[in-house]
């Protein structure tokens, strides 16, 4: 059994900075890609940033330039750099891993910007 222990979110002031980080641990030993999603209150859930194996990373448009995610395949953690952090960043971030078959959410942790 996998587990995604998401820990680094909190409170933080507009313009300020977060860096989350997701853990996995278990049975499976590499993953093809990991991610962040995140889900605001009264909207769907929605992909933030994704990196893959090789080190590919995406990001969504409303991120680019101010997010950086990062992650050590070997040791199976992924991070989130989030920088001129606004109110509109407000939700619960998750992490995400998928292998062949399989695919794998930690139970979230909340990000909140706010004055």
């Known amino acids: 059994q996998v587990q995604l222990v998401e820990s680094g979110g909190g409170l933080v002031q507009p313009g300020g900075s977060l860096r989350l980080s997701c853990a996995a641990s278990?049975?499976?030993?590499?993953?093809?890609?990991m991610a962040w999603h995140r889900q605001a209150p009264g909207k769907q859930r929605e992909l933030v940033a994704g990196?893959?194996?090789?080190?590919?990373?995406n990001y969504a448009d409303s991120v680019k330039g101010r997010f950086t995610i990062s992650g050590d395949n070997a040791k199976k953690t992924v991070y989130l750099q989030m920088n001129s952090l606004k109110p509109e960043d407000t939700a619960i971030y998750y992490c995400?891993?998928?292998?062949?078959?399989?695919?794998?959410w930690g139970q979230g942790t909340q990000v909140t910007v706010s004055s």
């Open positions: 278990g049975s499976i030993f590499s993953f093809r890609t």
């Open positions: 995400y891993a998928q292998t062949i078959g399989r695919n794998f």
């Open positions: 990196i893959t194996s090789g080190g590919t990373t």
